[in-house]
């Protein structure tokens, strides 16, 4: 008997609808899709030095597990939106993929059901339905890209993306970077490696050929042009912090040359706060402290903030507490809204 070549270790191959079909059945209408427009470029503006006054402010759960929690935090950020859009551009995560160091629940796409099912194809549309949920009340989207295919089914309704720590060294998400519409962050590797960042920069910058899908999920070469709208996200890693003005100062060196006038974020969270989430706001404030004292290059700020602080563990079948996240540990609606206000203040402060 011959030995199995090919399809040894897979056990099933499920046909998807088409990206092309996902987004006729849930359009972006004219409205989102001003905002999602107008909050990418004004991410621009930023990141160019044309508004050289305003602060990004990336904000919302470490990942999204539950939509009505999602809409309740979306309609409550809504409100600070209005109230801070003359200091700040904020943008909530909206965060549907998660890589695994191992294994464990890998985001709302992949097992929107949270019982091991992996029904892939209402994860696609249960992520634009969230989408469409936050951008419809007038705030818009960011989200980490992750699987080389999802952004065909969402990427429309994002107005910021991150290429994470895990992903940035990858040639598949360097090249996924660069033909994107979207500005990137790109975070520095695990180890706390600026240089991987920095490359993925300059790749991203450059026109690339790599294998994707159309519209219609047929198998195509993409040939992009090369994303100008690229920056840092310094979020710490190999057991140390990179927040503090030498590391802001040491990383605006490593990225002259990149065409960038205010090139770096600072993520609050993971390796700059140890993993604690009750340090985002120690972090938050060390960067607000060189704000104050001139520091320029700084484009803005990525918070992990939920409903009610703190993290929960996720098993199949096991009820959840409302509001509390299940992948990394979460600022509190509370302590979250009083710290944008306070960053808000700093902005205007120092005008």
């Not at 990942?63 to 309740?72: G, N």
């Not at 949920?133 to 989200?143: D, L, P, Q, R, T």
């Not at 695990?190 to 450059?206: I, K, N, P, Y």
């Not at 002259?256 to 989430?277: F, L, T, W, Y």
Request: charge should be neutral.
């Amino acid at each position: 008997m011959i030995e199995r070549i090919e399809d040894r270790n897979v056990s099933a191959v499920e046909l998807l609808v088409s990206p092309r079909a996902v987004k006729e059945k849930l359009p972006a209408t004219p409205a989102i899709a001003e905002l999602v427009s107008a909050t990418r470029h004004g991410i621009r503006d930023l990141l160019h030095g044309r508004d050289a006054r305003r602060l990004v402010v990336v904000v919302g759960p470490c990942s999204i597990h539950d939509p009505d929690a999602a809409f309740e935090y979306a309609r409550r950020l809504g409100s600070v939106v209005n109230a801070t859009r003359g200091e700040l551009l904020l943008v909530m995560r909206t965060y549907f993929e998660k890589p695994r160091t191992t294994v464990g629940w890998k985001g709302l796409i992949n097992d929107p059901h949270l019982d091991g099912t992996c029904d892939v194809g209402r994860g696609l549309e249960l992520a634009r339905e969230v989408l469409l949920g936050v951008n419809g009340v007038g705030v818009a989207c960011a989200s980490e890209l992750l699987d080389p295919i999802t952004p065909q089914y969402v990427a429309d309704l994002l107005s910021w993306a991150a290429i994470g720590a895990r992903t940035t060294e990858s040639q598949t998400h360097r090249e996924l970077a660069s033909g994107v519409s979207m500005p990137v962050g790109f975070k520095n590797g695990t180890s706390g490696s600026l240089q991987v960042a920095v490359d993925a920069m300059t790749s991203a910058r450059h026109p690339h050929s790599f294998l994707g899908i159309n519209a219609d999920g047929a198998t195509c070469a993409i040939r992009t042009c090369g994303n100008p709208d690229r920056h840092l996200v310094l979020r710490g890693g190999g057991g140390r912090s990179n927040h503090g003005a030498v590391d802001v100062a040491r990383a605006a060196k490593l990225l002259e040359g990149q065409g960038v006038a205010r090139p770096i974020m600072v993520d609050c969270s993971h390796g700059n706060s140890a993993k604690d989430h009750t340090r985002q706001a120690i972090v938050c404030r060390d960067v607000l402290a060189q704000v104050r004292a001139g520091e320029d290059r700084i484009l803005g700020l990525l918070l992990e903030s939920n409903l009610r602080p703190g993290r929960q563990d996720w098993q199949p079948g096991r009820r959840l507490e409302r509001g509390v996240s299940i992948t990394d540990a979460c600022l509190g609606w509370e302590e979250t809204e009083k710290l944008v206000y306070e960053i808000a203040e700093t902005v205007a402060a120092r005008t």
